[in-house]
């Protein structure tokens, strides 16, 4: 499946949270990440992210469709980490 993961958690947990992101999807900006994950892998992130979290005071958004062609991106400015695949 197709994620974009958006988190927003306190300043002391920031780099656990990015690194934890960075091991599954694709950096895109600040505390934006987007790419393909399989099923387990989502459950993987989600248990990941409650070990890290603070759940009365951090949120961690994950927004999924079962294919990327089925989202529409359109980007104005500047994108800070473009996505390419290499084989």
């Known amino acids: 499946m197709y994620v974009i ?3 927003d958690v306190n300043e002391k ?34 248990h990941e992210a409650r070990q ?5 005071e951090d949120s ?6 079962r294919d ?3 989202l529409a991106k359109t980007i104005v400015g500047k994108e800070r980490s473009e996505v390419d695949n290499f084989l």
């Open 5 to 7: 993961a958006i988190y």
């Open 13 to 46: 947990r920031v780099v656990k949270m990015l690194k934890l992101c960075r091991r599954y999807l694709n950096w895109i900006q600040n505390s934006v990440f987007e790419g393909e994950i399989t099923d387990l892998g989502m459950k993987e992130l989600i």
């Open 52 to 56: 890290i979290m603070d759940e009365r």
């Open 60 to 65: 961690f958004i994950l927004f999924s469709s």
């Open 68 to 70: 990327q062609r089925w």
